[in-house]
């Protein structure tokens, strides 16, 4: 822990930053699991934003073969 960094009484792994007031936590553990939910969360919502993409796509597709489904009987 650095020198200049305050504990925060109660909490083992919180120390106050002197200089901006800030919080941190100082378990490395925590962190990294942090980290990794924030990547994984962040996949999760890229996937999502893709599969809506691929349903908007579909979507358009198929008003596109109504229409031209819908040209052809016009012409029989």
Known sequence: MDDKMIKVEGFNDLVRDPTTGAILNI???EIETA???KRLRRQKELEEAELRESVSKLENE????KNLLSRLVEKL
């Open 27 to 29: 378990n490395k553990s």
């Open 35 to 37: 980290r990794e939910q």
């Open 62 to 65: 198929m008003g596109e073969i």
